[in-house]
């Protein structure tokens, strides 16, 4: 069965220091791998994604993401955070005929910390 | 610029009555996409239009349905609400063009429902 999974529910993290939110899908075509952020009763804004190509994608907001087929993740890594980035994090994926049709991960709560 | 709008931001119902939630997708965009956000949860898929026809459904309640129109915006009808059916829907849109993949969703702000 195809599956999202974001392994970790709730990360602090102190402003300044790096980050880095897991990801890792299930699925039997090749996928196209997104990460959204939530910030409280707002919508969904796209930081990256990937379709092909190079493995390493660069977002918005100093965001990067590495693809790893042999590991079937696609964690979202940030240098150093600042505390507007305290948000919900999602991955997403979606693959073969409905590659639209977006899968998303439980999500995961960032809160930062002074 | 311009981003995808949906009204109302917010809707009250009682249960067993109607709503209509509407979506105008970023202009020039060909694809819309409805998902439903739960209380603590991650958004589920529901059903999505592209060029006016439904390009793919996900688990939607045959008490809602939903459509294209020939301006590109959507609506989402539901009938016969039930306390459950309170939730974020989010609507999104999309360039495809018919060609896979086109375009990453553009998530508008969603519409929060809540059912008493």
């Known amino acids: 069965a195809q599956s999202v999974t974001q392994p970790d529910i709730h990360i602090t993290v102190s402003e300044g220091a790096s980050l880095e939110l897991r990801c890792n899908y299930s699925y039997g075509a090749t996928p196209y791998l997104f990460w959204y952020v939530q910030s409280p009763g707002q919508g969904l804004q796209l930081l990256l994604k990937y379709f092909s190509g190079d493995t390493l994608v660069q977002g918005i907001k100093g965001f990067e993401a590495e693809f790893k087929r042999s590991q079937s993740s696609f964690n979202l890594r940030k240098p150093s955070v600042h505390w507007s980035d305290a948000a919900e994090y999602f991955c997403a994926v979606g693959a073969g005929d409905s590659w639209g049709k977006l899968q998303f991960g439980a999500g995961t709560q960032v809160v930062v910390t002074p | 610029a311009a981003g995808v709008i949906q009204s109302p931001r917010h809707l009250i119902k009682e249960k067993r009555e109607t709503a209509t939630l509407k979506c105008y997708p970023i202009?020039?965009?060909?694809?819309v996409y409805w998902y439903q956000q739960g209380p603590g949860q991650d958004p589920q898929f529901l059903i999505s239009?592209?060029?006016?026809?439904?390009?793919d459904k996900g688990s939607i309640p045959d008490r809602f349905s939903a459509q294209q129109f020939s301006d590109y915006h959507s609506e989402l009808n539901m009938s016969s609400l039930e306390l459950g059916d309170s939730a974020l829907y989010f609507c999104?849109?999309?360039?495809?063009?018919?060609?896979?993949?086109?375009?990453?969703?553009?998530f508008g702000p969603g519409t929060r429902l809540t059912v008493t």
């Open positions: 239009f592209y060029e006016k026809m439904q390009s």
């Open positions: 202009p020039r965009h060909d694809t």
């Open positions: 999104a849109s999309s360039l495809v063009g018919g060609t896979v993949p086109q375009g990453e969703q553009y």
